[in-house]
C-alpha cells in the first residue's frame, strides 16, 4: 500500500513564502505530482519530479529526494488567489496515481 | 473545448436505488480513472482502465462497477446505493500510465 503524509493546514501572509512538505513510502516508485485544488472545483496539474532534485516553474517549485521519501511545494510571492488545497500524490510501480489528504493553505492579506 | 464532462453535477439518491456517475473525455487520453473524494481522506481510486475494453480495481472498489466499451466514455455504477458512498466522485484521464492526470469537475452525490 501507499503511505503519503502533509501537513492539513497552513497559514501565511500575502507576498511571503510557503513549504508544503510530503513524505511517502510505496510499493516502487514512477513519479510524484503536486495538485492544487481550489474549493469546490477539480484537482489541476502543478508539477510532476521523477528524478531527485528541484522542478521550477514560475512562482512555483517542487523538490524530490527518492532515498528519504520526501518532497516539498515551494509557493513564493503569495497571492490570495493561492488560497487553496495542495495535493502531494505519487505513482507507484503499479502506475496508480495515489494522494496524500491534501493540505490546505490559506493566504492572509 | 477539449476535456472530460461528467454528469450529473449533483445528485440525490435513496438508499437501494441505482446510479449510474457518467464520464467522456474527448483528448483521446488512453487511460480513465474514478475516485472518490471525502473530507480528510483525500482522493481514493476506485477504479481504472489502461485503455478501451479493459478495467482495473483501485484501492476502493466494492458497491462500485465500471465498463470501458469505447475510448472516450467510462461511466462509474453503484448497484446499490448506501449512505457511505455519499461522497464527490471524479473521473480523470492520462494520455498514457506515466502522464498526468486531467480531472472532470465532479459529481457530487449524496445518499440519504
Known amino acids: 500500500g501507499q503511505n503519503i503524509d502533509q501537513p492539513t493546514e497552513m497559514t501565511a501572509t500575502e507576498g511571503a513564502i510557503v513549504q508544503i512538505n510530503c513524505t511517502y513510502q510505496?510499493?516502487?516508485?514512477?513519479?510524484l505530482f503536486w495538485y492544487q485544488q481550489h474549493a469546490g472545483e477539480a484537482p489541476t496539474f502543478l508539477s510532476y519530479?521523477?528524478?531527485?532534485g528541484l522542478e521550477e516553474k514560475g512562482r512555483f517549485s517542487s523538490f524530490l529526494s527518492r532515498s528519504k521519501g520526501y518532497s516539498y511545494l515551494l509557493l513564493k510571492e503569495l497571492q490570495m488567489k493561492d488560497s487553496a488545497s495542495y495535493l502531494c500524490?505519487?505513482?507507484?510501480?503499479?502506475?496508480?496515481?495515489?494522494f496524500g489528504a491534501g493540505t490546505t493553505v490559506t493566504v492572509r492579506a | 473545448i477539449a476535456g472530460i464532462t461528467q454528469a450529473p453535477t449533483s445528485q440525490i439518491l435513496a438508499a437501494g436505488r441505482r446510479m449510474t456517475l457518467r464520464c467522456t473525455q474527448d483528448?483521446?487520453?488512453?487511460?480513465m480513472y474514478w475516485y472518490r473524494q471525502d473530507l480528510g481522506l483525500g482522493l481514493r481510486l476506485i477504479h481504472y482502465?489502461?485503455?478501451?475494453?479493459?478495467?482495473g480495481k483501485g484501492e476502493v472498489p466494492d458497491g462500485y462497477s465500471v465498463s470501458r466499451a469505447n475510448t472516450d466514455d467510462f461511466p462509474l455504477t453503484l448497484a446499490s446505493a448506501v449512505p457511505s458512498q455519499t461522497s464527490v466522485y471524479f473521473c480523470a484521464s492520462s494520455k498514457g500510465e506515466s502522464g498526468e492526470l486531467f480531472f472532470g469537475e465532479g459529481s457530487r452525490l449524496t445518499v440519504l
Open positions: 510505496t510499493s516502487g516508485f514512477n513519479g
Open positions: 483528448m483521446r487520453h488512453n487511460a
Open positions: 519530479n521523477v528524478l531527485d
Open positions: 500524490a505519487v505513482k507507484g510501480g503499479d502506475y496508480k496515481l495515489s
Open positions: 482502465s489502461n485503455t478501451a475494453g479493459t478495467t
